[in-house]
Every structure is written in C-alpha cells, then in structure tokens.
C-alpha cells in the first residue's frame, strides 16, 4: 500500500513539475520580425505585410530611445506610450505614410488652459488610468486618423494616427481621401503641457499605428521586447 502511495506521489511530483516548463516555453516564443504579439494566434509577423510605408516625415527615422517607442510608461497620466514620438521641429511637413480615407480630423482644436489640463490629468491619477475621452479631446491635440483598410497587412484593418499637430492641411476632412506620401499637416505640440501654456516648445509628431480584427486592436510594437522593438518597427518602413 505504501509502494503505491509513494509512486503516485512521485508521479503527481513530475506532472506538476512538468506543466509550468511547459508555459515557460510559451512564453519564449521567439519574437524577432514581429510588428506585435499577443499569442500563437494573434500576432503580425513582417513578411505577412503586402506593402511598407513610408515615414510621417522622410528625414526622421524611427528614433533609438525607448521613451519614444510603444509599450514605455506615461506615468504623468497612468497610462503607457503606444505611438512612436518623432523629433520634428515645430511646423515641419507630415505625410501620410499610405494611402486611405480621412477617419478623424479636428483643424479647429483649441488647447485647454494649463489649470485645466492639469485637473485632467488629476482625473487620470485618480482613476490610474487615461479615460479615451481625455484621451482623444486633450492630450492628442490637433490629430488625424487615417483608415489604410486591408492595404497593409492582408488580415488586419491598419489605422494611423498624426497627433500634436500645430495644423491640419487644407481639405483633409473627415471622408476625404489620401494618397500615401502626401502632405495632412504640421508638427507641433498641441495637446501638451507645452500647448497649454501656449509656448512652442516640445514640438514633435506623436503617431501610433493600430492594427484591428474581430478580436480586437492591437498597437505597433505591442508585447515585442525592448532590445528587438526598433528593429522590428524598422522593418514595417522602406
């Protein structure tokens, strides 16, 4: 009776040893090429694209630092950088970095007071989160969503967003179509701090890039580690 006690027991030992090497293992999937990953499933690997894009503003790459790129932290607002923060002075030409229909574009945008702005993001400590309205009302300023369709990845619907500009060019409208490469605005630092105290210092071009089917929206760069983020990113451009 003991025998068969101690080798059960020694047989719930190696199953229960072996089921977390087997998550372990999951979770090591190799994520070199990858535009984002959540699983086996849902996930974008670059040679599944049907076409690169062009940058928002050809002189200015994908930049090194981490801060700049998806997945860092925005404390100042609990939430995380999803977008790609390009240092284009104040007032520099943005493009569309593929072609598509005008989704959202607000030319008339005017910046909230630094009192205010400051209560909003009072508002996102409290709930230790950035609410989507603040989100998208504020903290973007003047921006552009674009809506590539199926162009770009073959089973993602891709969505870019221009977001700081100091202006919005004329006739890009909500409807309108655009051809990749050309010019939908400015650089700028509306939606900032910066804005809301009416200088013009910080400007940049915050653009994120989203990826959505019917499981969800994913962001370029998501869930990929740090030391392949830029490389991977860089492979979605010419």
């Given at each position: 009776?003991?025998?068969?006690?101690?080798?059960?027991?020694?047989?719930?030992?190696?199953?229960?040893?072996?089921?977390?090497?087997?998550?372990?293992?999951?979770?090591?999937?190799?994520?070199?090429?990858?535009?984002?990953?959540?699983?086996?499933?849902?996930?974008?690997?670059?040679?599944?694209?049907?076409?690169?894009?062009?940058l928002p503003?050809?002189?200015?790459?994908?930049?090194?630092?981490?801060?700049?790129?998806?997945?860092?932290?925005?404390?100042?607002?609990?939430?995380?950088?999803?977008?790609?923060?390009?240092?284009?002075?104040?007032?520099?030409?943005?493009?569309?970095?593929?072609?598509?229909?005008?989704?959202?574009?607000?030319?008339?945008?005017?910046?909230?007071?630094?009192?205010?702005?400051?209560?909003?993001?009072?508002?996102?400590?409290?709930?230790?989160?950035?609410?989507?309205?603040?989100?998208?009302?504020?903290?973007?300023?003047?921006?552009?969503?674009?809506?590539?369709?199926?162009?770009?990845?073959?089973?993602?619907?891709?969505i870019s967003?221009?977001?700081?500009?100091?202006?919005?060019?004329?006739?890009?409208?909500?409807?309108?179509?655009?051809?990749?490469?050309?010019?939908?605005?400015?650089?700028?630092?509306?939606?900032?701090?910066?804005?809301?105290?009416?200088?013009?210092?910080?400007?940049?071009?915050?653009?994120?890039?989203?990826?959505?089917?019917?499981?969800?929206?994913?962001?370029?760069?998501?869930?990929?580690?740090?030391?392949?983020?830029?490389?991977?990113?860089?492979?979605?451009?010419?």
């Amino acid at each position: 009776m003991y025998k068969n006690i101690s080798f059960s027991l020694i047989l719930f030992l190696l199953i229960g040893c072996a089921v977390p090497t087997s998550s372990i293992n999951s979770e090591l999937t190799p994520k070199n090429e990858y535009l984002f990953y959540i699983n086996e499933e849902i996930n974008l690997h670059a040679s599944e694209l049907l076409q690169t894009i062009q940058l928002p503003s050809k002189d200015y790459p994908v930049p090194e630092h981490l801060n700049l790129l998806p997945n860092a932290l925005r404390e100042y607002r609990s939430g995380s950088h999803h977008g790609i923060d390009f240092a284009i002075p104040l007032n520099g030409p943005i493009m569309a970095v593929s072609g598509g229909i005008i989704v959202r574009s607000n030319p008339t945008h005017s910046d909230v007071d630094i009192d205010t702005y400051n209560a909003f993001l009072e508002t996102t400590q409290e709930l230790s989160k950035t609410p989507e309205d603040i989100y998208h009302y504020i903290l973007l300023g003047k921006s552009i969503v674009i809506d590539h369709g199926y162009s770009i990845a073959p089973n993602f619907r891709t969505i870019s967003v221009y977001a700081h500009l100091s202006s919005i060019a004329e006739g890009i409208l909500p409807g309108a179509k655009v051809e990749k490469g050309q010019l939908v605005g400015f650089s700028g630092n509306t939606g900032t701090s910066s804005g809301a105290l009416r200088n013009d210092k910080g400007a940049h071009l915050h653009w994120e890039l989203y990826f959505e089917d019917a499981s969800g929206k994913y962001f370029l760069g998501q869930n990929i580690p740090p030391e392949l983020l830029k490389e991977n990113i860089d492979l979605l451009f010419e």
